[in-house]
């Protein structure tokens, strides 16, 4: 379902958002100057159209792009033959894997670096997105690293709604199972509409909207080495944040 979605909207949202997330190039910018570098072989997980290639693939040897959606990847790949941003030497060591990341077809201990901006937040139910977890922890080689964003849940803009529904929940069965039925099981689950003018549709796009205690309590199985509220209209609507693995199989 989620792949449909996107593969509807992906033509207008690459028209709209094709160069680099400017809060992420900062946020990379922020980490090289603390001498963090992403070298080896990096996952780009639910890369869409590839807007952020460019800067995720500076020093890798690989990076690989992962996407549910067909047409998001048609798009990226097209912009990795024909785009006059990328090199033929840097396109040649970017690849593209149309996958479900909640079942990643990778070998153990096999990537250096995982980046995931924007996309948990898009994974419906707590149990699922905890099973990504364990399953980044098993690609990932030792002091691997994983660079995630996801959107905050007391940003200015859906604050009083997840007030509202708190209440509601904790003393509507009503409206609990009315949410439920929906769609939004979980307190923090919000549709936020995707509207193409040309067809005048409105496709709705599940997030999870994550606390602070919650993305800590996602990454306990990581270590957080760098933990940032910035980006979006009020600059404090994302978690940024890079985690490490330091164990393989349990044992550090």
């Avoid at 509207?195 to 919650?214: A, D, G, I, Q, V």
Wanted: with cysteine; net charge positive.
């Amino acid at each position: 379902m989620e792949g449909t979605i996107f593969d509807q909207i992906a033509k207008d949202y690459h028209s709209k958002r094709r160069k680099p997330w400017k809060p992420l190039e900062f946020f990379l910018d922020y980490l090289k100057a603390k001498k963090y570098l992403f070298h080896g072989i990096s996952l780009d997980l639910g890369c869409a159209n590839g807007r952020n290639f460019k800067i995720l693939g500076n020093k890798p040897k690989k990076l690989v792009g992962i996407d549910i959606s067909l047409e998001f990847l048609k798009i990226a790949q097209n912009s990795l033959k024909n785009s006059e941003h990328y090199l033929k030497s840097e396109s040649n060591f970017i690849q593209i894997l149309m996958a479900d990341i909640k079942y990643l077809p990778i070998r153990n201990n096999s990537i250096q670096n995982v980046f995931s901006i924007a996309t948990i937040h898009h994974i419906k139910d707590k149990a699922n997105r905890k099973r990504l977890m364990f399953q980044l922890n098993r690609i990932l080689t030792k002091n691997g690293t994983f660079l995630i964003t996801v959107w905050r849940k007391w940003q200015k803009k859906y604050r009083s709604y997840f007030i509202l529904d708190r209440i509601k929940r904790s003393f509507s069965l009503k409206h609990k199972e009315r949410q439920s039925d929906a769609g939004l099981s979980q307190y923090g689950d919000k549709f936020i509409p995707w509207t193409l003018p040309e067809e005048n549709k409105r496709y709705k796009r599940f997030y999870h909207f994550f606390s602070k205690h919650e993305i800590k309590n996602l990454l306990k199985i990581f270590t957080i080495r760098e933990f940032k509220i910035m980006g979006g209209p009020s600059n404090n609507d994302n978690f940024f944040i890079l985690a490490q693995k330091e164990k393989i199989n349990g044992i550090q």
